[in-house]
């Protein structure tokens, strides 16, 4: 593999590193530093399809509301590769609900990533 290949996969995947460690921080602005301005976030709810969010506005209040439903939610990376500037992390999050139970999911999350911005975010989840 070429050296400017290597270093395409080798940026591709810092940045998705970081913007999970930003993610487990509930550090919007940390994340949001990561997007690029025209990002787009496609979520796993409401099932099957999800939704759609545009925008480092529309996200960034998107990941507020996120973190304030679920402020234990944390992720760990199962695996992740990445193939040019698309990256794939497949991990498994915890969180407590409002009852007091415990609930574990595994899901997918894929990106696309040009030069050090994440441009596109699609998630799915195991239901």
């Keep these: 593999m070429s050296p400017a290949r290597m270093d395409r996969l080798e940026t591709a995947m810092r940045t998705i590193l970081e913007y999970k460690e930003c993610f487990n921080r509930h550090d919007v602005a940390a994340m949001l530093q990561l997007l690029s301005s025209d990002c787009i976030l496609e979520t796993a709810s409401p099932t099957p399809s999800g939704s759609l969010i545009s925008g480092k506005d529309a996200i960034s209040q998107f990941y507020q509301d996120f973190f304030k439903t ?8 199962e695996e992740i590769y990445s193939i040019g ?9 915890t969180r407590t609900e409002t009852d007091g139970v415990s609930r574990h999911l595994r ?5 696309d990533v040009k030069s050090t911005s994440i441009v596109e975010i699609l998630t799915y989840i195991k239901g």
């Design 85 to 93: 500037y698309r990256c794939v992390m497949r991990w498994n999050s």
């Design 70 to 77: 679920m402020p234990d939610i944390h992720l760990d990376i």
């Design 107 to 111: 899901g997918v999350d894929l990106f």
